[in-house]
């Protein structure tokens, strides 16, 4: 019998391929075992690149996190910061929820928040909405206060659709869509009130 041909792996691929397995059964569900079965090696292979499974989820953490910042500066860019510019994130956000469902789970549960690059991955995306809300005249704690109450709106959704929570038969984006109007309406309120 030959012996079986050496498999060269990088680091990419093995995420991407952990990116895969997440979305398909969850991130939780991503061991070293159905990775290694993925990928055609044996388990003890992937110690070669990574620090055991914490090592994995730690790098699919910054990798989802690096996804939906992408997808969500693309929402963002040539939009006016305001309204446009939040809706249009907002949408990219439950958009990357949807076909992402594992890596946005993943982004969500960082191993280590105290992990400088799993903090700053998660900074840009901070830093991008609040980018977006400038013009309501938010300082400071005032954008930050906004930027979780928004993503409290857009992860509130996000979540229980994934986990069939809406059960009647409105259309979700209408009403994903007017709680965020909502919540702006809110911010212009502020806005004008100050």
Request: net charge negative; hydrophobic share 45%; aromatic share 10%.
């Amino acid at each position: 019998m030959s012996p079986r041909p050496k498999v060269a792996l990088d680091k990419n691929e093995i995420i991407t391929a952990a990116a895969e397995l997440a979305n398909e059964f969850g991130s939780e569900n991503v061991t070293l075992a159905l990775l290694a079965k993925k990928l055609r090696i044996k388990p003890p292979s992937l110690y070669n690149h990574f620090d055991g499974l914490s090592g994995i989820k730690r790098e699919l953490a910054i990798f989802s996190l690096e996804k939906l910042y992408s997808g969500l500066a693309t929402a963002a860019a040539g939009r006016q910061p305001g309204e446009e510019a939040v809706l249009a994130v907002s949408e990219a956000y439950f958009s990357f929820s949807r076909q992402n469902p594992g890596l946005y789970e993943s982004a969500l549960s960082a191993p280590d928040p105290a992990d400088t690059e799993v903090y700053y991955a998660g900074k840009k995306i901070v830093e991008l909405v609040v980018s977006t809300i400038e013009p309501f005249g938010l300082k400071e704690d005032s954008a930050i206060h906004a930027v979780r109450g928004l993503r409290s709106i857009m992860h509130g959704f996000a979540s229980l659709e994934q986990k069939g929570g809406f059960g009647l038969s409105l259309d979700l984006d209408d009403s994903y869509k007017l709680a965020v109007k909502a919540f702006l309406a809110g911010l212009n309120a502020w806005y004008i009130s100050n």
